[in-house]
């Protein structure tokens, strides 16, 4: 049965908002994991629980599908591997490492600055220039950056935990870019299926660490990192995937608006944490200025996939 042109619309929406939802989740849930696991142990073994799930899941598609994905050529395999180590494995590496130096809110705001930096990428890469909208909401997401860097739920500075967060903004950024090209060419659970095999081959170095980790972690921490791998990582990566084939880079990084302050209701019922005052402050004008970077004079219609897109 072929579903309603109103259904056909809202299943992209759908699918953003439980990316969201699972999203902020993984901000927390990487906070209260972070405390027994080390940063790359953590990463590691996310990414083996959401490989493993993905696998599953594909198997699953294939079966009930018939023929197997096309073979894809090693230009467009070696862009989709580094595609992977940097969304699935560095991007991790450093979102764990930043929240263990600053709360689970204070990251979420910093971390979603991206938008900004996809509208600079757009500018450089795409052709679509540097609008005065975009100047102007740089300065203000920069103003909030510098707010946070003064302040973190602890009362002090923590430059290595801001820079950790914008690190992790900037790869962000960049993979969603560069995912919407590849899903040009090939479907979101392909892609995102080679991608977490890839990030996770990139974290492999970090396996001593995990198994002399995990054995001494207890059951609550295994049971994170399980959550992570499974709901934050394969489902909410799929839904990411299949909500960015069917709309802009640029609208659909500005609907990870809504995280921080889901993250920042979260953390505080499930882990009593509260950003600092001047911390929100700041973070209120880096989602300000992300408004005023990425927002559109008139509005554009979506273009189909595989034409130049409209990242903002």
């Not at 996809?118 to 975009?134: D, K, Q, S, T």
């Amino acid at each position: 049965m072929t579903p309603s042109p109103a259904l056909h619309r809202a299943l992209p929406l759908v699918a953003a908002a439980v990316t969201v939802v699972l999203w902020a989740s993984a901000f927390v849930g990487i906070r209260a994991v972070g405390h027994e696991l080390s940063p790359g142990a953590l990463a590691l073994g996310r990414m083996l629980v959401g490989s493993a799930t993905l696998t599953a899941i594909v198997l699953a598609v294939r079966a009930r599908r018939g023929p197997p994905v096309r073979r894809l050529s090693p230009a467009l395999l070696g862009a989709v591997a580094l595609w992977g180590a940097a969304w699935f494995g560095l991007y991790n590496l450093a979102l764990n490492a930043a929240e263990r130096h600053l709360d689970a809110g204070t990251t979420a705001l910093l971390v979603n600055v991206a938008p900004v930096v996809v509208a600079v990428l757009a500018g450089l890469l795409l052709g679509e220039g540097f609008p005065i909208r975009l100047l102007i909401g740089m300065a203000i997401a920069f103003s909030g950056v510098v707010l946070i860097a003064a302040t973190t739920s602890a009362g002090g500075a923590d430059v290595a935990g801001v820079l950790l967060g914008l690190l992790a903004a900037l790869l962000y950024a960049g993979a969603a870019v560069a995912q919407k090209r590849l899903l040009a060419r090939i479907d979101a659970l392909t892609v995102t299926w080679l991608g977490a095999l890839a990030g996770t081959v990139a974290l492999l170095p970090f396996l001593p660490a995990l198994l002399t980790e995990i054995t001494a972690a207890p059951a609550s921490a295994v049971a994170g990192t399980v959550y992570l791998g499974v709901f934050p990582t394969a489902i909410a990566f799929l839904t990411w995937g299949y909500a960015l084939s069917r709309t802009s880079a640029g609208r659909l990084a500005a609907a990870t608006y809504a995280v921080p302050p889901i993250v920042v209701l979260m953390s505080w019922v499930l882990l009593g944490e509260i950003p600092a005052v001047l911390a929100l402050a700041g973070g209120v004008l880096c989602l300000a200025g992300v408004a005023v970077a990425t927002r559109r004079t008139r509005p554009a219609p979506d273009r189909p996939v595989g034409r130049p897109i409209p990242a903002a």
